[in-house]
């Protein structure tokens, strides 16, 4: 953040969650974070990038911005190169230079000055529609990765748990049929109330660390919760079955079998 007092000479490269620049640079901008918002005056060329952009100060140079939603209501002496979903040309704004745009969706609202042209750059638009198209394309096979080696892990994770504490897996699992609605319920109050918690504890600079040790917490008890309905899911798709197995057979059939295959192995 650079404050409304301060001037800065030379480049400014910026980025983080939220970069503010209230003051003056008698040089070039670089800006990049999930808010941007620049009420103060650039000497040099700007270039801006983030989720929400809002440019309100006063431009010397070229202007060049990316952005979900981005805002232009300051006074900008060179020309403006803007891309995003939603580019609103508020009332007070004032380009003296072009106006370039590439956006699905343009607000040039009443009482804005463009002395240059206003020209929307097709090919530009062309191009981040067929990057966006192979991101998408890109990110399936990616998620269908993670999910297989999620999927692995837990079944791999699960095994573990069940070599090393069957008592306990047995207890657990035992326990889910007996009460279900009242469990489902207390694992849906359980993953709405806790994030919410946690998030409100995060808002406090002293609650950040409770938060984050909750968080963590919060998270090892869903991957230990899917672990054991998923022993519980098994037993119940394979349990009819060996129900059925053991009242056909009663025990001298049993002991007879396998005698059989005692012999049939000698």
Known sequence: MVSADETIVGCLVAGGANVEVLGR?????????????????????????????VLSGTFHNAVKAAAANLVLSGTFDGDVEVAGARVTVAPTAVVKGDLIYSAAELNLQEGAQIKGIVH???????????????????????????????VVSLVIVGAIVNYLYPKRTDEVVATIPKSVWKNIWFGLIFVVVVPVAIFIAMLTVVGIPAGLIAALIYGIALYISRIYIGVW??????????????????DEELDAIRKQRRRKNE
């Open 25 to 53: 640079v008698k040089g070039p901008v670089r800006a990049c974070g999930a808010n941007v918002a620049i009420p103060g005056e650039i000497d040099g060329v700007l270039r801006a990038f983030g989720a929400h952009v």
């Open 120 to 150: 929307r750059d097709w090919k530009r638009g062309e191009v981040f529609e067929k990057w966006r198209k192979k991101g998408i394309l890109a990110v399936i096979p990616v998620g269908a990765f993670f999910w297989f080696i999620s």
């Open 233 to 250: 899911i098994g037993r119940m798709v394979h349990a009819p079955e060996v129900e059925i197995g053991l009242q056909a057979v009663s």
